[in-house]
């Protein structure tokens, strides 16, 4: 294992993963204790309330944006770090022109749909008018252009501060709203605040990142995607691939909420705090290794030894996690949010296995995306989502949130299968085509 760490590409995964784990540390304990205060403050139907509210302007942002960062991260990475920086500027004026058209028209559609689908969701009717202002942060969302810059310039520490940020100027508020007994409206307002305080940062951050560099100068937003070989159909493919990713997040607790009660979606998020908690370091690892595989030529064996080195290492990091979660979970539900948020505790041991799962699966899109094979996580994810999404109403009729829990561990299994056959395939194909190539050498 020594000789993993003499690797350059792997001691700058490491180093990105521990600025963002330290971020993300920091940003973790300050997120835990607003939920807590929340849950404390307004209950598991206030509290459900509230993340419904955020789930839908997120869900509506999450399933419009076109994922603009891998455009950059694409198509920019590699040319800038041999020293050609045109490429990067043509991908980042598309990344801009992406995050406008989407962050606009995402922002209008959730608007327009939200009187139709807010009483199914279970948004009441005396919060659709918040619904509707909280979806003015939509464009703002959409950030994914400042997010690639950052990552193609490998200034992940400044990455690293959007956590914080947002995650303690909240906790000073809440704790203020805590202490006060304000009610629903205000938390509203404290979370629509501070996720428009760590979007500005980040664009402020990208801003003044290019600006040192010399790359902030002629960069507008546009729809071509010039000099981009397969810009469009690249930038489809990884939206629909984000797309169907966001069923497992703010549409899943959208989904729970519709079929059994706000309250549930409450218990539900709780539990997956906490196993966000354990899954956050390997999470954070997927983002370094990203735009590490771009830099790197696929026809070699380099990116394939850094992506099974990164699954051994986040394997490692998760299973000692999992175990102090599964050890301490029930205790941690009564004491962080009250033992009102203990009937959480079944689920939360089924949802176990996330991070399992996470820990094998996150390199693969990348490895996928450095082949140019961006269908590959498209076709898993929308066959995992349809099971998770086929599989939730008859599974919540039966077994309440612990079926919510199954539906999810079940679809992102099937999508992990059907990803690692997929990369199978490409490897063996990989390999006898180097084979061949030393033969006729």
């Keep these: 294992m020594r000789s993993w760490f003499q690797d350059s590409a792997m001691r700058s995964i490491l180093r990105n993963t521990s600025f963002l784990g330290l971020s993300k540390g920091t940003a973790a304990i300050a997120s835990l204790a607003v939920l807590a205060l929340a849950a404390r403050d307004l209950g598991p139907t206030g509290v459900g309330f509230l993340l419904l509210v955020h789930s839908y302007a997120l869900a509506a942002s999450t399933l419009t944006h076109f994922q603009s960062w891998q455009v950059i991260v694409r198509y920019g990475s590699r040319p800038l770090a041999e020293g050609d920086p045109e490429p990067f500027r043509r991908a980042v004026c598309f990344a801009l022109g992406l995050d406008v058209l989407t962050g ?97 940062y980040l664009w402020s951050a990208a801003i003044r990142e290019l600006r040192r560099r010399g790359l902030l100068h002629g960069l507008r937003p546009t729809l071509r995607a010039e000099g981009l070989d397969g810009g469009w159909r690249f930038a489809f493919t990884v939206n629909l691939t984000a797309s169907v990713n966001s069923a497992w997040g703010p549409v899943a607790r959208l989904l729970v909420g519709g079929l059994l009660s706000p309250a549930a979606t409450g218990l539900y998020r709780v539990a997956s705090s906490l196993i966000d908690a354990v899954q956050s370091p390997i999470d954070l690892m997927a983002k370094a290794v990203h735009p590490e595989l771009m830099r790197h030529d696929p026809a070699s064996a380099h990116p394939w030894r850094l992506m099974l080195r990164t699954m051994a290492l986040g394997t490692m990091v998760a299973l000692l996690a999992w175990v102090l979660i599964g050890l301490f979970g029930e205790r941690l539900l009564a004491l962080a949010f009250g033992p009102e948020f203990t009937p959480a505790a079944p689920l939360l041991t089924v949802l176990l296995m996330l991070p399992v799962i996470a820990t094998l699966a996150f390199p693969l899109p990348a490895m996928f995306y450095s082949l140019g094979k961006p269908g590959g996580p498209l076709i898993a994810n929308i066959i995992g989502a349809i099971i998770f999404v086929g599989s939730l109403p008859a599974l919540t009729s039966v077994h309440g949130l612990v079926g919510a829990g199954a539906a999810l561990v079940v679809g992102r299994l099937c999508s992990f299968l059907i990803m690692s056959a997929q990369l199978a395939v490409l490897y063996r194909r990989h390999k006898a085509g180097v084979e061949a190539g030393r033969q006729l050498g």
Excluded: E, H, K
């Design 104 to 200: 606009i028209g995402g922002m209008l559609l959730a608007m327009a749909l939200l009187p139709l689908l807010a009483g199914w969701f279970g948004i009441t009717a005396n919060l659709r008018t918040p619904a509707l202002i909280y979806c003015l942060l939509i464009p703002t969302m959409a950030s994914g252009a400042a997010n690639g810059v950052l990552r193609a310039l490998d200034r992940f520490d400044l990455i690293a501060w959007q956590s914080p940020i947002d995650a303690w100027v909240r906790l000073l508020l809440v704790i203020g709203a805590y202490l006060l007994d304000l009610d629903l409206i205000a938390y509203l307002i404290i979370w629509a605040a501070t996720d428009l305080l760590g979007d500005m």
